[in-house]
């Protein structure tokens, strides 16, 4: 069965350390990959998106995601994290058949930043 | 434009009431999706919605009936919903096949 892991909870970094959240999927074929923003009472803000092609992934907002097969993974990245990146932080695997396809969503990860 | 508007904001009804979400997007996505998130979880996928005819409902009750009238509209209409319903109903489009979904900002959803 498709599923999408994302191991930590909550997470607090300071403000300008770097950042890694991690995300693992277990999906039969190759997976289309996204990590999506949600800041509190709002919609998702889609930050990336892995199709295909280049495994390293540059996204808005400073962000970057590498693919790794082997590992099962969809690791987000930023170098220099920013009092506003605070929010829930979610990756996701696409599920496609057919006409339509479908989000599998991690639990997603709660980001704090402290100054 | 990756716009996804969603209609109210806000929203308060009791058990015995009929309401309805709206969601509206002017991509030209013909793929429309309607999630219900809880505080603190990720969105679950309640229907989709491919070239206007209904593809996907998740087992969803009947109190929550979808529409869409046109490719670039799409309706939940609720009606006698229980408190346990309250939540945050997002709204997502995306083109039909392997594309990506942009979402709305939501719909907060308090059933008293």
């Known amino acids: 069965a498709q599923s999408v892991t994302q191991p930590d909870i909550h997470i607090t970094v300071s403000e300008g350390a770097s950042l890694e959240l991690r995300c693992n999927y277990s999906?039969?074929?190759?997976?289309?990959l996204f990590w999506y923003v949600q800041s509190p009472g709002q919609g998702l803000q889609l930050l990336l998106k892995?199709?295909?092609?280049?495994?390293l992934v540059q996204g808005i907002k400073g962000f970057e995601a590498e693919f790794k097969r082997s590992q099962s993974s969809f690791n987000l990245r930023k170098p220099s994290v920013h009092w506003s990146d605070a929010a829930e932080y979610f990756c996701?695997?696409?599920?496609?058949?057919?006409?339509?396809?479908?989000?599998?969503f991690g639990t997603g990860t709660l980001l704090a930043v402290q100054p | 434009d990756t716009e996804v508007t969603q209609t109210p904001k806000h929203l308060v009804m009791g058990m015995t009431n009929k309401k309805s979400l709206k969601c509206e997007q002017h991509?030209?996505?013909?793929?429309m999706y309607w999630y219900k998130q809880k505080a603190k979880k990720p969105p679950e996928l309640m229907f989709v919605?491919?070239?206007?005819?209904?593809?996907i409902n998740e087992s969803v009750p009947s109190r929550f009936s979808p529409e869409c009238p046109n490719s670039s509209l799409l309706n939940l209409h609720l009606h006698a919903l229980q408190p346990e319903d309250s939540a945050l109903y997002l709204c997502?489009?995306?083109?039909?096949?392997?594309?990506?979904?942009?979402f709305g900002p939501g719909t907060r959803l308090l059933v008293l």
């Open positions: 999906y039969g074929a190759t997976p289309y």
């Open positions: 996701a695997v696409g599920i496609h058949g057919g006409a339509t396809n479908k989000l599998i």
């Open positions: 892995y199709f295909s092609g280049d495994t």
């Open positions: 997502a489009s995306s083109q039909v096949r392997r594309e990506t979904q942009y």
């Open positions: 919605y491919s070239y206007e005819k209904l593809s």
């Open positions: 991509m030209g996505h013909r793929a």
